[in-house]
């Protein structure tokens, strides 16, 4: 009989094949993603940063099967997107919460497509409300929550559905920096107990650092992927320690040499008008 040295590598849960996204604009074609190839294994974390317009939220909708005009394959545990599905769960930059429904009913829009009993409906929500940590705030409306807590429950309703693979855009970019390391910890708690594969958009280099097992670098114009970076700290990390340093470093280094990037321009104090001066 014989032993395999190495056991096969489980198969990816995502697949981005040659995937490339043209839009029509005034006439003309812009190429928003060009040749975009990604496995993401089941259970990983992977973010994704780049600069404004490279196509991040782009990616995103295509694989949450919000646009299905694109060059290529993406698939999903094998089999290629089509349409929105319960196995892939989405949280927008904006929370995009209803004002007029209270928490577990935004909360239960995300199971609009599940066909539930009323009473298992209700057992889903409870049980993602204690998930997020809003228990007593079921019956708040939007307006009475912090904007940590609307995260929350725009996380939840992401979640509430199982699915297999959370897509998240910018989710904390709207929050102070304290509220969003809280939220940052929040998440990492919630995929151990949810045990989600996870893909991550930011602008932030520190909060892809912090939570990602690999963080893809992106350049614009068209969008495309400039390089992988692996992420092998052990959790809990700490911003502090001479890895992650080093690592955020390298990262800012490839997202500010794209050759397109245009340092801004040095301002002399001499130069401002007095306006800015006597304030
Ligand atoms: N529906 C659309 N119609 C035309 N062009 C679009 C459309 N959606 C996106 N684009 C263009 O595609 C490119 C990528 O947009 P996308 O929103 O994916 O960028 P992004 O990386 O998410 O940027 P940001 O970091 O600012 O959110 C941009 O040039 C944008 O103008
Ligand atoms: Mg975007």
């Known amino acids: 009989m014989t032993t395999l040295a190495f056991p096969p590598a489980a198969a990816p849960l995502v697949r981005f094949t040659h995937v ?4 029509a604009v ?3 074609e812009l190429e928003a993603i060009r040749e975009f190839n990604l496995d993401i294994a089941p259970g990983e974390f992977v973010a994704i940063v780049g600069s ?11 694989l949450v099967g919000l646009d299905g005009e694109f060059r ?7 089999k290629p997107v089509q349409g929105i599905g319960g196995d ?13 429904l ?3 009913q935004n909360i239960g829009l995300g199971l609009v497509n599940e066909h539930l009993t ?14 997020v940590g809003l228990q007593g705030f079921e019956r708040a409306y939007p307006h009475q929550l912090s904007g940590g807590m609307a995260q929350r429950v725009a996380i939840a309703r992401g979640l509430v559905a199982s699915p297999q693979i959370l897509l998240l855009d910018e989710p904390f970019g709207a929050l102070d920096a304290l509220t969003r390391q809280q939220m940052q910890d929040e998440l990492l708690a919630i995929r151990r107990r949810a045990q989600i594969t996870t893909l991550l958009v930011t602008h932030d280099v520190e909060e892809a650092i912090f939570l990602a097992d690999r963080v893809v670098v992106m350049e614009p114009r068209p969008g495309r992927i400039k390089r992988i970076v692996d992420i092998d700290l052990p959790h809990p990390r700490t911003r502090s320690s001479f890895e992650f340093h080093q690592l955020r470093e390298e990262l800012l280094h490839e997202l500010t040499h794209d050759g397109e990037y245009v340092a801004p321009p ?11 001066i006597a304030y």
């Open 20 to 23: 490339g996204k043209q839009f």
């Open 26 to 28: 005034d006439g003309g």
């Open 52 to 62: 404004s317009g490279c196509g991040k939220s782009t990616l995103l909708r295509l």
């Open 72 to 78: 290529g394959q993406i698939e999903v545990a094998g």
């Open 88 to 100: 892939r769960g989405i949280v927008f930059q904006e929370h995009r919460l209803f004002p007029w």
């Open 102 to 104: 209270t928490v577990e």
């Open 118 to 131: 009323q009473a298992e409906r209700f057992r889903r929500v409870s049980e993602f409300i204690q998930l």
């Open 266 to 276: 040095v301002v002399r104090v001499e130069d401002l008008p007095l306006a800015y």
